[in-house]
């Protein structure tokens, strides 16, 4: 487990003017772990503009709160799960996805969708001397995880992405976010008054789980299966219905989860954050088995467990919701005017600690310096020889595990399931929902370790701007952020530079266009015997459609025109063409003026407002050659286009085809001269007509030769390489 260190522990017993015993010392460990306190990171990212018209509660709680009018709101949060999943894969998962889920629920909201962010080493190609079969063992249960998890709970997995790298070798990052929706008057606020009760509901505790926050707060070189929970989603589905019902029935004033660190953590945060003191009796708490310690029983992070504070008068309409749904649960203890934790085993005191002590660990000022690896990759890099088949280029980006379909991933996930999702999985850029209220709500997650290896700055900021772009091609103007920032060992100064890097980049994007960052995560210790991870950060959008009109998907029609927005550069480095096609890492990364992507964002919402869009879509990984392939393989039509025409400044043909330039939008339309009159109209746009959809040929042309020429059957077989390579 992690210990704390000499600084700590001489601050720790300086504040109990005592030496700490056993049990406090276990609660405070726990507490003090990376994964609880964000020791190394909670300067840095107090920095994030969070304040906006729509926020509600920003970060800091369970989950972020955004108001999306008529009295509703949606809660987001995302959380990770990675050590567990690379020891075991369904259940590290399957927990991730149960964490984040009752995060939501601890607002009072009702969670209506999931989505995942994953990240492995490659899988296997076809020649069997490349990739890693385990990559595939890992991709295979942790997919099955999340989705026998949110579709038992009845929850839809509604959006996602997924990229592979050699550094994620023999590990996996498995990001997962929920959203919740509800009204604004019933959110749980967290109050509490003198002896209120607490309690404990859910499932028994048990010794799985026990040291789960401080596994993840040092590098995996080990399978601990010890600290990995177990999943029990009918019990979460259980849970749900009955904490939402007494949330109806307003009978719950404070809730939390049970997350990192059990109840030692929930105990002391909930306690701080109230700024009141629990008193605390653990004889009585369900267990799984029979003569567990204190320490191991406030320690363990068994799954399904939520914390609730109520009042005496309501404690009989409680216990009727529980004993309605056959949960199981106690009276833990009260709320005191004292601002202590005490915890008692048959009624004596086995620790008694201030909870502002264990809530709040001592901040540590890491030291940061740029990598060596950047001077290295500059130093070193070449620029690869123009391949002199493009057709055959082009045919092997879309078989890119990286670029290629990821319906194999999506179908496991019953992403209708709530009867609320009007964009499936697949067919448009980000996923969107239904409310209640009338608006509906896109949703995207993104991330680019490539990019962020070579330049994490640019790196993060290209990973907002495709999450914005993303919802954008929905039809939906971004007002939420949520991050996920990954990264390996903090104490290395290379690693922590990256992260101020990636911190820095979401600061300045989100004041920029002016939309706040309303919740996130840091994990750090993402190592493996070989080093750690590339940095990876998950940058998230919320974007809000008021009206279902404006609702756009990502397929060429027939007889659509061709438009592009932006321009093209030679921005090669991490791109998939760079590292897939050439096996080569370094080059310029794609850069994001922020101006100008703010100005394309808007020129495609307007052009989505007056209705002259049939469908819209990014280029981002694989440049715009994919990007257009991908539109046409979900229409099922073929297309000509004249490369010439694309605005660009690029030095060969390739890297115009190939470039991952940022802040670009391709659309297809039905009234092309209506688009022409629009977009001439907006000073500064870059744009050009660049093309037309026709049968099932697919023909880029240059200067009247013909580059690429293929058809729409052969890039569709293509695109769905990984699949054949998950059933094989």
């Known amino acids: 487990m992690t210990r704390l260190s000499k600084e700590e522990s001489r601050y720790l017993e300086s504040k109990l003017n005592r030496v700490p015993n056993n049990l406090e010392n276990g609660l405070v460990e726990a507490e003090w772990s990376e994964h609880c306190s964000y020791k190394s990171s909670k300067a840095f990212i107090k920095m994030f503009p969070k304040k906006g018209k729509r926020v509600v509660i920003g970060p800091g709680q369970d989950a972020g709160v955004l108001d999306?009018?008529?009295?509703?709101?949606?809660?987001?949060?995302?959380?990770?799960?990675?050590?567990?999943?690379?020891?075991?894969?369904?259940?590290?998962?399957?927990?991730?996805?149960?964490?984040?889920?009752?995060?939501?629920?601890?607002?009072?909201?009702?969670?209506?969708?999931?989505?995942?962010?994953?990240?492995?080493?490659?899988?296997?190609?076809?020649?069997?001397?490349?990739?890693?079969s385990n990559s595939e063992w890992l991709l295979r249960y942790a997919v099955k995880g999340i989705g026998d998890y949110g579709n038992c709970v009845g929850v839809p997995t509604i959006a996602g992405e997924i990229e592979f790298d050699p550094s994620f070798t023999n590990y996996?990052?498995?990001?997962?976010?929920?959203?919740?929706?509800?009204?604004?008057?019933?959110?749980?606020?967290?109050?509490?008054?003198?002896?209120?009760?607490?309690?404990?509901?859910?499932?028994?505790?048990?010794?799985?789980?026990?040291?789960g926050a401080a596994f993840a707060s040092k590098t995996y070189l080990h399978s601990d299966r010890s600290a990995v929970q177990i999943p029990d989603p009918f019990l979460e589905k259980l849970l749900i219905e009955a904490i939402t019902e007494a949330v109806e029935d307003g009978a719950i004033k404070a809730m939390k989860d049970l997350g990192g660190g059990g109840l030692s953590c929930c105990l002391s945060e909930l306690s701080d954050s109230l700024g009141m003191g629990f008193d605390i009796e653990l004889k009585d708490v369900h267990v799984k088995e029979t003569g567990m310690s204190p320490l191991e029983l406030m320690l363990s992070e068994s799954q399904e467990r939520m914390l609730i504070i109520t009042d005496h008068l309501k404690f009989d309409k409680v216990r009727q919701i529980f004993d309605k749904y056959e949960l199981k649960y106690v009276i833990l203890g009260t709320v005191k005017n004292h601002s202590n934790l005490v915890i008692r085993s048959n009624k004596r005191i086995v620790a008694d600690i201030a909870s502002s002590l264990v809530a709040n660990a001592p901040l540590i000022k890491r030291s940061s310096k740029r990598p060596s690896h950047l001077t290295a990759?500059?130093?070193?890099?070449?620029?690869?020889?123009?391949?002199?088949?493009?057709?055959?280029?082009?045919?092997?980006?879309?078989?890119?595990?990286?670029?290629?379909?990821?319906?194999?991933?999506?179908?496991?996930?019953?992403?209708?399931?709530?009867?609320?999702?009007?964009?499936?999985?697949?067919?448009?850029?980000?996923?969107?929902?239904?409310?209640?209220?009338?608006?509906?709500?896109?949703?995207?997650?993104?991330?680019?370790?490539?990019?962020?290896?070579?330049?994490?700055?640019?790196?993060?900021?290209?990973?907002?701007?495709?999450?914005?772009?993303?919802?954008?091609?929905?039809?939906?103007?971004?007002?939420?952020?949520?991050?996920?920032?990954?990264?390996g060992n903090p104490e290395r100064p290379e690693v922590f530079w990256c992260f101020r890097r990636a911190v820095h980049a979401i600061i300045n994007f989100c004041k920029f266009m002016d939309i706040p960052v309303v919740g996130g995560k840091v994990s750090f210790y993402n190592e493996t015997p070989k080093g750690?991870?590339?940095?990876?950060?998950?940058?998230?959008?919320?974007?809000?459609?008021?009206?279902?009109?404006?609702?756009?998907?990502?397929?060429?029609?027939?007889?659509?025109?061709?438009?592009?927005?932006?321009?093209?550069?030679?921005?090669?480095?991490?791109?998939?063409?760079?590292?897939?096609?050439?096996?080569?890492?370094?080059?310029?990364?794609?850069?994001?003026?922020?101006?100008?992507?703010?100005?394309?964002?808007?020129?495609?919402?307007?052009?989505?407002?007056?209705?002259?869009?049939?469908?819209?879509?990014?280029?981002?990984?694989?440049?715009?050659?994919?990007?257009?392939?991908?539109?046409?393989?979900l229409g099922g039509v073929g297309l000509e286009i004249s490369v010439d025409k694309i605005p660009n400044s690029c030095s060969r043909i390739d890297n115009l085809l190939f470039s991952e330039s940022h802040s670009r939008y391709i659309i297809g339309t039905h009234e092309p001269d209506k688009v022409e009159r629009i977009l001439s109209g907006i000073g500064g746009l870059v744009y050009s007509r660049i093309g037309k959809v026709r049968n099932q040929n697919v023909a880029f042309n240059m200067d009247g030769k013909i580059l690429i020429n293929t058809d729409i059957q052969t890039l569709e077989a293509n695109f769905k390489k990984l699949e054949q390579i998950m059933t094989r």
């Not at 990001?175 to 749980?188: E, L, P, Y």
């Not at 008054?193 to 789980?209: A, E, H, K, M, W």
């Not at 996930?413 to 996923?431: F, M, N, Q």
């Not at 307007?606 to 994919?626: Q, R, T």
């Open 377 to 487: 990759l500059k130093r070193g890099f070449k620029q690869p020889a123009t391949p002199s088949d493009l057709t055959k280029v082009l045919h092997s980006m879309l078989s890119n595990p990286n670029v290629a379909s990821k319906e194999w991933i999506y179908r496991q996930y019953d992403h209708e399931v709530g009867l609320r999702t009007v964009i499936k999985p697949g067919y448009a850029d980000a996923s969107v929902l239904a409310l209640k209220n009338g608006t509906f709500l896109s949703l995207k997650l993104d991330g680019n370790s490539k990019h962020c290896y070579i330049d994490p700055y640019q790196g993060t900021l290209g990973c907002l701007s495709e999450a914005c772009r993303n919802v954008a091609c929905t039809g939906a103007y971004p007002i939420g952020i949520i991050d996920h920032l990954q990264f």
């Open 172 to 211: 996996c990052l498995i990001d997962t976010a929920c959203i919740g929706f509800g009204r604004r008057d019933s959110i749980v606020r967290n109050r509490a008054n003198y002896d209120d009760l607490i309690i404990l509901v859910g499932g028994p505790t048990g010794r799985d789980g026990i040291h």
């Open 68 to 132: 999306i009018g008529n009295g509703f709101v949606v809660t987001i949060h995302i959380e990770s799960h990675n050590h567990p999943s690379a020891v075991d894969p369904y259940g590290g998962a399957a927990t991730g996805v149960g964490g984040v889920i009752r995060d939501i629920l601890s607002m009072g909201t009702r969670p209506i969708a999931l989505m995942d962010a994953l990240r492995f080493a490659p899988p296997r190609t076809d020649d069997e001397l490349t990739g890693s």
């Open 532 to 633: 750690p991870i590339k940095p990876s950060p998950v940058l998230g959008a919320i974007g809000l459609i008021e009206q279902r009109r404006l609702i756009t998907q990502s397929s060429f029609k027939d007889g659509d025109s061709i438009f592009i927005i932006g321009k093209t550069a030679d921005e090669l480095g991490g791109s998939e063409y760079y590292e897939y096609v050439h096996h080569i890492t370094g080059g310029k990364v794609p850069m994001v003026d922020l101006k100008i992507n703010k100005l394309n964002l808007e020129s495609i919402l307007l052009l989505i407002d007056k209705e002259v869009v049939s469908c819209a879509h990014d280029p981002s990984k694989g440049g715009v050659a994919v990007a257009l392939s991908e539109m046409a393989i």
